[in-house]
Antibody, heavy 120, light 108 residues
Framework: QLQLQESGPGLVKPSETLSLTCSVS??????????WGWIRQPPGKGLEWIGT???????YFNPSLKSRVTISIDTSKNQFSLNLDSVTAADTAVYYC????????????WGQGTLVTVSS | EIVLTQSPGTLSLSPGERGTLSCRAS???????LAWYQQRPGQAPRLLIY???SRAAGIPDRFSGSGSGTDFTLSISRLEPEDFAVYYC?????????FGPGTKVDIK
């Protein structure tokens, strides 16, 4: 059974960089069939797609966040990562990593999510 | 960006009743690339439906999806206690891939 697990600091100061890692177990991240994405959900609000990376390195971003987002993949560790620069309180959210099959991004496996709070 | 609107915001039903949830897009969703997710409190979303009408693996057949173009529907034929949750639609035909604001199904 595929499992995804987010990890990273739960508290980040304004203007700093939010960094999260998603560890994948029960399957290989290095497959041309799968893409790996980040989605976030502010407390009590809806879902927002942040971006997606393929094992080959192709990356797709939400334009609203593109200038601040970096997504990378480490197939040797079966992990992929998210960096979000210059954070503000508006970036406080539960961050999920998830998988989608092929280029069409409906997400069939999700991590449990991790709450990141931006506060001084 | 395609904006998704879900209605109603809250649907109050009793166990055993039928629920009908609507998702309307601001422009046509290409190839009916529309998914539905269920989210229970404190949990990650769970994929129910993709391609507007295809059930994901392990999803009970009381869940069904329909629609095309700009109007889509999720139906739950007989609500079970575990179905009381928030439901989101998502379009993945046009980047950026967007989600609706959700419909909360609560116990009447």
């Amino acid at each position: 059974q595929l499992q995804l697990q987010e990890s990273g600091p739960g508290l980040v100061k304004p203007s700093e960089t939010l960094s999260l890692t998603c560890s994948v177990s029960g399957g290989s991240i290095d497959s041309v069939s799968y893409y790996w994405g980040w989605i976030r959900q502010p407390p009590g609000k809806g879902l927002e797609w942040i971006g997606t990376i393929a094992s080959g390195g192709s990356i797709y971003f939400n334009p609203s966040l593109k200038s601040r987002v970096t997504i990378s993949i480490d197939t040797s560790k079966n992990q992929f990562s998210l960096n979000l620069d210059s954070v503000t309180a508006a970036d406080t959210a539960v961050y999920y990593c998830a998988r989608h099959v092929g280029i069409v991004p409906f997400f069939d496996y999700w991590g449990q999510g991790t709450l990141v709070t931006v506060s001084s | 960006e395609i904006v998704l609107t879900q209605s109603p915001g809250t649907l109050s039903l009793s166990p055993g009743e039928r629920g009908t949830l609507s998702c309307r897009a601001s422009q046509s969703v290409s190839n009916s690339y529309l998914a539905w997710y269920q989210q229970r409190p404190g949990q990650a979303p769970r994929l129910l439906i993709y391609g507007a009408s295809s059930r994901a693996a392990g999803i009970p057949d009381r869940f069904s999806g329909s629609g095309s173009g700009t109007d889509f529907t999720l139906s739950i034929s007989r609500l079970e206690p575990e179905d009381f949750a928030v439901y989101y639609c998502q379009q993945y035909g046009t980047s950026p891939f967007t989600f609706g604001p959700g419909t909360k199904v609560d116990i009447k």
